[in-house]
């Protein structure tokens, strides 16, 4: 049973990690690549974590360092880059509205 319940979570980590991969391919720029890789690199990591402690209980100390340290150092990480991106100069992306009025038409018109 505790394998059953340590193969979902990872299963669970594996899929906000892969989520994560997808998002950082169609995001548009850079802020929001580093904010969707922090996340699913957190969570992901969560969920692979708690499926390790379920299937090997005996690492549950060692395997809580090792969140402990990935959930302080991921954000701190991301805010780091993100403002040195920042710094540089780097753009933030504005989506652009279409507008509503139609088209001008060249030319007399039919009227």
């Known amino acids: 049973m505790m394998n059953l319940i340590g193969n979902v979570f990872l299963l669970i980590g594996a899929i906000f990690i892969l989520l994560g991969a997808v998002g950082l391919l ?10 969707v890789g922090t996340k699913a690199v957190t969570l992901g990591t969560i969920g ?7 299937i090997h209980p005996q690492w549950w100390s060692k395997l809580l360092v090792i969140l402990g340290f990935v959930l ?4 701190v990480s991301s805010s780091a880059i ?10 933030v992306w504005h ?17």
């Open 26 to 35: 169609r995001m548009p720029d850079v802020y929001n690549r580093i904010q």
């Open 48 to 54: 692979v974590v708690v499926g390790i402690i379920f």
């Open 72 to 75: 302080l150092t991921s954000p």
């Open 82 to 91: 993100s403002r040195a991106f920042y710094r540089s100069g780097t753009k």
């Open 95 to 111: 989506k652009k509205r279409l507008a509503k009025t139609k088209p001008e038409q060249k030319g007399r018109s039919k009227e």
